[in-house]
């Protein structure tokens, strides 16, 4: 298997005032974060603070959208397209958050139109799944995976543009992390998944990073599951903690990655 570059995403969320923004910005832009060769590093702001972020952050850090429509430009009030996007300088999207399917009704067909209509523009996608609390206890885990990861997959053009990140809904923002052995298990399932239905290149080469309540401290030994390949961060992205995640990430993964 060819080496997959680490990933570390930070998702804002409805989080920010223009003071608040700048104040994270200058955080990073003074950070000592790892090389660029040995990782991405990812932030994504409110849909408002996106060009104020991409014009003031230094470019080591790479600024992505929260979301995007499956739709383009025209009359979709309220919502934002990849075409505009790009324009503003902003390449990459998150999409299929379960804050999105959950509360905002998103579901996987919107999403796999979503994440086809971002990559026809020619953008990058950070493809989010994960099951719920429920589904998990009755043995669920793999079938919503799966049918998820389905949905996303039957509309990817090119694997080299899409990060995948598992986020168990049941660990975002509740302070109740996946165990490493959790994560690794769901990582690997969905790594079995692409092997099956894709091709064992895409399989082995696409990052799969995870997500839920990532924090200073429990970043460590995530990191040294063999098929997390870095973090897509919620609450502590605010934070200080985001630079120590990004190096702790470096520091424990397995070197040979």
């Keep these: 298997a060819r080496g997959r570059k680490l990933w570390v995403g930070g998702n804002w969320k409805c989080n920010g005032t223009k003071g608040s ?5 200058k955080t990073l832009n003074e950070a000592d974060l790892p090389p660029a060769e040995a990782l991405d590093v990812v932030v994504a702001p409110p849909h408002l603070w996106l060009t104020h972020t991409i014009e003031t952050i230094k470019d080591r850090v790479t600024v992505s959208s929260q979301d ?22 902003i390449k990459t999207t998150i999409i299929g958050h379960s ?32 099951e719920h609390l429920e589904e998990r206890k009755s043995g669920k885990t793999n079938e919503v995976l799966f049918r998820q990861l389905a949905a996303i997959s039957a509309n990817v053009t090119d694997w080299s543009k899409v990060v995948i990140a598992y986020e168990p809904v049941w660990a975002i923002g509740t302070g109740v992390v996946a165990t490493p052995e ?9 790594r079995g998944w692409l092997n099956e239905k894709v091709s064992a290149e895409v399989a082995a080469s ?10 200073a401290v429990n970043s460590a030994d995530l990191a040294k599951m063999p098929d997390v390949d870095g973090f897509l961060v919620g609450g502590a992205s605010l934070k200080p903690d985001f630079i120590v995640i990004c190096k702790n990430l470096v520091a424990h993964k397995p070197a040979a990655h």
């Design 21 to 25: 923004v700048d104040t994270l910005i």
């Design 68 to 89: 995007c429509n499956q739709f383009g430009m025209g009359a979709y009030t309220g919502s934002l397209s990849p075409e505009m996007l790009l324009d503003a300088g």
């Design 99 to 130: 804050e999105r399917r959950d509360i905002f009704h998103e579901n996987d067909e919107e999403i796999g139109k979503k994440v086809a209509k971002a990559l026809s523009c020619g953008m990058n996608v950070i493809a989010c799944l994960g």
């Design 182 to 190: 959790q994560a690794q298990e769901a990582h690997q399932a969905l």
């Design 206 to 215: 696409v990052r799969i990073v995870y997500g839920g309540s990532v924090s």
